[in-house]
């Protein structure tokens, strides 16, 4: 079993465009061998995760790649993961005398276990945390936070800012928010008596919170 390349990436949308901002590349390998009786599994996950620095547009490593020695030169390669399973049957275990303890105790430190799961790395795991990573994986927590935001208590408005269409839109609004920062904007209006979103036919709005996706606008 082997699948050289496997690519995750979350994207965000900055302004008007939508650019990935946490991309994970990985490689799975492995084999398995006797499924009846002595069965036996080994893999190695190899991966390196990285997230898109906007200030500085350029990426930077979330998990740090592993510096070896090749050549005479210093490579870097992905952190890698391995497992392996063994399985044994029951009858090449040795069988235990409960009337003689010491041969009972003896039997017991030779007995292996019948099945065996090892998860090992031979390489330090480095995870970089940096206040720019912090932003971009705020970010974008709430742009996954504003996409499945509960409707009951938040407005969330996709429609972009269209001057011919927002002033028929918001008729009688005496202010309308536009949210032009390119980035996914909060508005709480817990315990505001200056403001409320605006709803049509003088009627009362009991909204605590409305999220502005960028290029989105709100009625107060």
């Not at 399985?87 to 099945?115: F, G, H, W, Y």
């Not at 936070?145 to 407005?155: F, Q």
Request: hydrophobic letters at 40%; one cysteine or more.
């Amino acid at each position: 079993m082997s699948s050289p390349s496997i690519v995750l990436a979350l994207e965000m949308e900055i302004g008007n465009e939508t650019i990935p901002v946490l991309v994970m590349q990985a490689s799975l390998t492995g084999q398995a061998k006797d499924w009846s009786s002595d069965f036996y599994m080994e893999s190695t996950w190899a991966m390196q995760v990285s997230y898109y620095n906007i200030g500085r547009a350029m990426w930077e490593p979330l998990i740090e790649p592993v510096e070896i020695l090749k050549d005479s030169q210093y490579k870097h390669i992905p952190w890698e993961l391995r497992m392996e399973v063994v399985m044994r049957p029951q009858e090449n275990m040795p069988s235990i005398d409960t009337s003689d303890d010491a041969a009972n105790i003896q039997a017991v430190a030779q007995r292996l276990a019948s099945k065996t799961i090892t998860v090992s790395s031979s390489e330090l795991l480095e995870i970089t945390i940096t206040r720019s990573g912090m932003e971009v994986l705020s970010q974008l927590g709430n742009s996954f936070a504003a996409a499945v935001g509960d409707t009951e208590t938040s407005v969330v408005s996709k429609s972009k800012i269209d001057d011919s269409k927002s002033d028929k839109k918001y008729l009688g609004a005496p202010y309308v928010l536009h949210n032009c920062t390119g980035l996914t904007a909060k508005l709480s209006l817990v315990n505001n008596n200056d403001f409320s979103v605006f709803m049509a036919g003088n009627v009362n709005s009991d909204f605590r919170e409305v999220l502005l996706e960028p290029g989105a606008s709100v009625p107060l």
